[in-house]
């Protein structure tokens, strides 16, 4: 039995909490702080004040932003 490999942003976030030492939630917080923002601004917001590389911080934003548009099933 082999495990589905996680593909997409998310494939990102173990590099990210080791790099930066904080969970994906925390830095999701963060670009939800700053909404309604453009999807680059929230990415730049990231590199100039956390100094997160521009790869990570897409990948946080893109998932940020496709999880908020997903309704929540009641």
Do not use: C
Not at 30 to 39: E, F, G, N, S
Request: charged fraction near 25%.
């Amino acid at each position: 039995m082999t495990a589905d490999k996680i593909k997409g942003p998310a494939s990102y976030f173990p590099s990210i909490e080791k790099k930066y030492g904080r969970p994906i939630s925390d830095w999701q917080a963060l670009v939800r702080m700053h909404y309604p923002a453009k999807h680059m601004e929230l990415v730049a917001m990231l590199k100039s004040e956390h100094g997160i590389g521009h790869g990570h911080a897409n990948a946080i934003v893109a998932y940020t932003l496709v999880e908020d548009e997903t309704p929540v099933p009641r």
